[in-house]
Each structure stands twice: as C-alpha cells, then as structure tokens.
C-alpha cells in the first residue's frame, strides 16, 4: 500500500491497541517522522486522513489528540440527567463497572507491557499515598490504568466514554464507605490484591478480584439503604466537575521520570 495510508493504519493500530489513549496528546510530526522512519510531510499526510475521518482532532494552538472513538454522554445527556434522578442507576453503573472491569483485569494481567505496569504501580502508589476520604479521583485513575493495559480497543474506549459516570460511582463510594473503617479496609484489601494479581500475571485471580471489588461496594451501599440510612449520591455538576488523575497523567508522570 501506498507509504502514507501504512503510516495511517500504523497509527491507527497504536489507538486501538491503546498506546494512545482517548484524549491523549499526539506526538509531534517530528516525533513520529523519527519513530516510524519517515518524512514530516507522510506523517503530516496521514494525520489529515485520520482527523478527516475523526479519529483525531487538531486543537488550536495545543496539537492533535485522540478523539473519544466511542461517543461519550454530555452533562445534558438522557443518563447523566437519568443518574440524578433514579436512584437505581447507582447501582446499574456499578453492575457494568464489575463485568467490564473484571475483562480488563483479566486481559491486563495477559497483556500489560513493561511501561504498563510502571504506569499501574505509580496508580497505585498515589491511591495509597492519597487521602482515603478524598481519594476518588487516584481511585478512579487507578482502575483506568488497568483497563488501558487490557489492550483491548473497544474496553479502553467505552469505559472511557464513560469515565464522567464511572467516576461517579467511586465518589458515591469513597463518599459512603470509606469514613467506616471496617469497610475502607477491605476496599484498600481489595486494590492490593488486584494490583498484585496483575502485576504477576495472574489473570483470573484478577479478574474474580477486580468483579469481587466492585460487587462488595454495590452490596456495602445497598446494606447503607437497607438499614434505612441514606446513600449519598454526587450530583452531576459534583461528578462532572471533579478532574481526577487521569491514567494519562500517570503516563506522562513515568515518561519525566523515565
């Protein structure tokens, strides 16, 4: 095929593989013209065919990024709207949060590179670092580097579209579990043992403890519930507002280091 459409396909793969990351920042011309052994002007060819198909977008003044392959729900969207206003979406977000996440798990304990897992252990060190009653967006961040190393394109890319509403569920956690000591202890359990699980290699055991996770918290909150207490739930501006520590920050903070 012609030199520019195979640097197309070639930077195509690397979004799907999850080597760019929604949102993430494209390397400069010069810098792929480097790595892929070829002119400025093929790659500048290439990433006009890729932001005339919408894969990715030029911002003025800032460069090219990843667009959001999967569209994701706006603030004014049915389901954020629907989050607010019923309080049985909690729980459904959760349900798909525990089947999706388990997959990744699973698949990251397969598939993690090396850079990976440096980008999962420095996850991790800032959620045990963080304070615990205000920690949802490390929380958060740390989940997301697990599910960016399954290296499946279409996991990265729905869960990242959600992240505005999967984020809402870890506040409504750390919101409602983590003052009780017994409760934040096994969460904090749970999350050592997923990153252990991963970091060796043990995909089911990261899987059924990634899902075991996320079941515990929809349980412990449904427990809060049946008890008569109410469950606090972070309003949409709340939710939407909060900028968590992306695992793309995470990345960049291991290439300074690196």
Known sequence: MPIAQEITYRLERLILDGGLAPGQKIPSERQLATRLDVSRSIIRE???????????????????????????????????????????????????????????????????????????????????????????????AFHQAIVEASHNPVLVHILSSLKNLMLLTVQASVANLNPKEDLRSQIGKHHRQLYHAVLRGQARAAQRIAMAHVRYVREAMQRIEQQGDEVIRMGVSQGTSAKPATAGECRKDVANQE
């Open 46 to 140: 290439a990433l006009h065919e890729l932001q005339g198909r919408g894969i990715i977008e030029t911002r003025h003044g800032k460069g090219s990024f990843v667009s959001q392959i999967v569209p994701g729900p706006e603030d004014e969207r049915p389901l954020m709207q629907m989050f607010s206003g019923h309080p049985r979406t909690l729980y459904d977000l959760l349900e798909v949060r525990e089947q999706l996440e388990g997959q990744a798990a699973q698949l990251a304990a397969e598939r993690a590179t090396r850079s990976d897992l440096h980008r999962i252990t420095k996850a991790f060190e800032r959620l045990e670092a963080a304070d615990p009653l205000s920690n949802a967006p490390a929380d958060h």
